[in-house]
Structures are given as structure tokens and as C-alpha cells.
């Protein structure tokens, strides 16, 4: 049986340099030189993950980029499978001469605050078109997806009273963990201001000029 893997464990695992923990999943972006390349690594992972019987999300972006995430589904987080495949295919890139770039990697979740989200997930769920996410461990769901796991995730904040003075939509960005702190220097200077540090490293929460909010997240500090 497939072993759950937390954050923190994902982080002390050794091999593991080319990938990023980011919303319950890990990923990794891998330069290989030219589109041909690019599709030749694909499909060598590709080899790999049928080998395995365990199969990630892979994305092919011109010129040369291939994108990779890994989360074992059927447990609905990350598990040893998905480690055990990540350490192939970072070797599939040596043997190849294809690079990783981890810096660009990152998720974005759109969060929306609910006084009764059972009420409020049904529209939101037929205007995307997303199925709902597994239940969490009390029978709720918090959750909605891109069935084709390629747009944002649609997560739903319980409320315990109503914000009037603020908005109630915002997008939680989540990067690697060595990256927050830049991102969110880049988010100030970019003419935003930092609204709380309070939760950091777990989150930031920024807002724009005229006090849109989002929040850069990591991994880290959830525990």
C-alpha cells in the first residue's frame, strides 16, 4: 500500500533537488534544448511512469519546457510511489543532458470565503464546469477541481462571520519554498504592501494597490 508522504517529509527525502512541493502535490520544469528534445524526454518519462504503473501530469510548452507534477490520486496526496518516480525521471534528465529550472514553478488556488460553503460550492462547481476534490477527513468538502487538472483549484474558506469590509475572493499563489521571499518582495515593489506576515512561512497575504488581496503560500509552517 502506497505510504503517504508529508511536506516535511518530502523535504528531508534525499534526490529530490529538481522538485517542489507546492498544494499537496510536487512538480518539477525541465529545459531539454530544442521541442524535439522536449518530447523525447516526455517520452521516456512517459516509459517510466508505465514501467512503474504510476503516472504523472506532464506538460509539453514550446520552445523546450516540460512540465511534471506528481500526486498519487487514488490516496489523494503524495505518497512513495511518487517519490520513487521523481528520482527516475531526474535521472532520465542527466542521462538526456536535460536541465531543471525549478525557480519558474508554481500553483495558483483561488480562495473563496463561505459562511456556508455547501450552499455556495454548487455554483461555483456548474459555472467552472469542476468536480469536487476528495472529502476531507470530517466528510467536508472544501475543494474543486479542473477535471482536466489544468486550471486553478477553487478552495473554499469557512467563515465565522461575514467581511464586509474586505473582498471576499483572493488567489493564493503557492511557490517553492526558497522562492516566497522574493516573490513577495517582487509583489511590494511591484507597488503592492504586505497585509500579514503573522502566518509566515505558510502564507503571506499581499494586496494591490486598491486592496485586492492574494496570498503567496509554501509548504512550510502547516504543521
Known amino acids: 500500500m502506497a505510504q503517504l508522504i508529508h511536506a516535511t ?23 531539454a534544448g530544442s521541442f524535439d528534445g522536449a518530447t523525447a524526454f516526455a517520452h521516456r518519462v512517459a516509459e517510466a511512469a508505465n514501467a512503474a504503473d504510476h503516472h504523472p501530469d506532464i506538460d509539453i510548452r ?3 519546457r516540460v512540465f511534471i507534477a506528481l500526486m498519487t490520486h487514488a490516496a489523494n496526496g ?11 525521471i531526474s535521472d532520465l534528465a542527466v542521462q538526456l543532458a536535460v536541465v531543471c529550472e525549478p525557480s519558474p514553478v508554481s500553483r495558483v488556488e483561488v480562495a473563496i470565503d463561505a459562511m456556508d460553503i455547501d450552499a455556495v460550492r454548487p455554483f461555483w462547481q ?21 477535471p482536466n487538472r489544468i486550471g486553478p483549484a477553487f478552495w473554499f474558506q469557512q467563515m465565522d462571520k461575514p467581511r464586509l469590509q474586505r473582498n471576499r475572493i483572493h488567489l493564493d499563489v503557492a511557490v517553492p519554498h526558497d522562492q516566497a521571499e ?42
Open 62 to 64: 514550446y520552445p523546450d
Open 126 to 146: 456548474a459555472v467552472l464546469g469542476y468536480v469536487e476534490a476528495a472529502p476531507e477527513a470530517d466528510g467536508t468538502i472544501e475543494v474543486l477541481v479542473d
Open 182 to 223: 522574493a516573490r513577495v518582495a517582487a509583489a511590494i515593489a511591484a507597488g503592492g504592501h504586505l497585509v500579514s506576515d503573522r502566518r509566515a512561512r505558510a502564507f503571506w497575504i499581499l494586496a494591490d494597490p486598491e486592496g485586492n488581496e492574494a496570498c503567496i503560500c509554501t509548504w512550510q509552517d502547516r504543521d
Open 78 to 88: 503524495l505518497t512513495d510511489l511518487d517519490l520513487t518516480l521523481a528520482r527516475t
Open 9 to 31: 517529509d518530502f523535504d528531508q527525502s534525499p534526490g529530490l533537488t529538481d522538485w517542489r512541493y507546492l498544494f499537496g502535490r510536487i512538480e518539477a520544469q525541465f529545459r
